[in-house]
């Protein structure tokens, strides 16, 4: 964001343009990119801006204890690439973590909790649980999308009808046991959590169409007589 605000202050340009149908996930980036807009030549480093942010929104403590690790996540990327083709049909693929990503977010969850324990401001409080919410509802989306997955590649399977690739009833039995376990109810609970803006909303509406609504197709279809 900095390289390209001073690119553009180069080119003698008058402003720079932002536009995301998202709202406070990303409120972090866009009050940068706007102080950045503003003093091109602003030298303030990752750290500073975690901090700063860190200390109005989250508390002196997460302050201190807090912005190494969002610092860490957001210089190496590490969460960069997953998988959200959100203007496409849902697939399982979507959200799916590596090991190195599931254990950052399990590690954020916990020192929020850390930061809630210290913090005695009630709206510090909402925020840091705002933000325990995203870490928590990216875990749960991982986790249901590996239990769908196997329903997800026998209805492709059935639907295909490629003969020489049976379906099992130890595949089905198997399938119906995975989906089961996904913790839809607990996902979508935590993300309404966090919703208090009109592009939170929509993202839990999408994630009720998408989500939910193929998680009771592949119900249905694993209860196909035909499949028995």
Request: net charge negative; glycine share 6%; hydrophobic share 40%.
């Amino acid at each position: 964001m900095k390289a390209q605000v001073q690119k553009a202050a180069e080119d003698s340009l008058h402003g720079v343009v932002a536009i995301h149908w998202r709202t406070e996930d990303i409120k972090l980036n866009f009050e940068t990119f706007c102080r950045f807009a503003i003093h091109p030549a602003d030298d303030r480093s990752v750290e500073d801006i975690y901090k700063d942010f860190c200390l109005r929104e989250y508390g002196m403590y997460a302050a201190d204890h807090l912005t190494p690790l969002l610092v860490s996540m957001d210089t190496t990327g590490i969460l960069n690439g997953i998988a959200s083709a959100v203007y496409f049909a849902y697939t399982p693929y979507w959200g799916r973590l590596n090991p190195e990503q599931s254990e950052l977010c399990r590690s954020l969850i916990h020192e929020i909790g850390n930061c809630l324990s210290d913090e005695k401001d009630k709206s510090k409080q909402l925020n840091l649980n705002w933000l325990r919410s995203v870490y928590e509802f990216t875990l749960l989306l991982d986790d249901v999308n590996r239990s769908i997955e196997p329903a997800w590649k026998l209805r492709e399977l059935y639907l295909t009808g490629d003969g020489e690739k049976e379906i099992t009833r130890q595949q089905i039995n198997q399938a119906r046991e995975s989906l089961a376990k996904a913790p839809v109810e607990s996902m979508i609970r935590t993300f309404a959590s966090r919703v208090r803006s009109r592009g939170e909303l929509g993202g839990l509406a999408s994630i009720n169409q998408r989500v939910w609504g193929e998680y009771l197709l592949l119900q249905y279809f694993l209860k196909d007589p035909k499949l028995i």
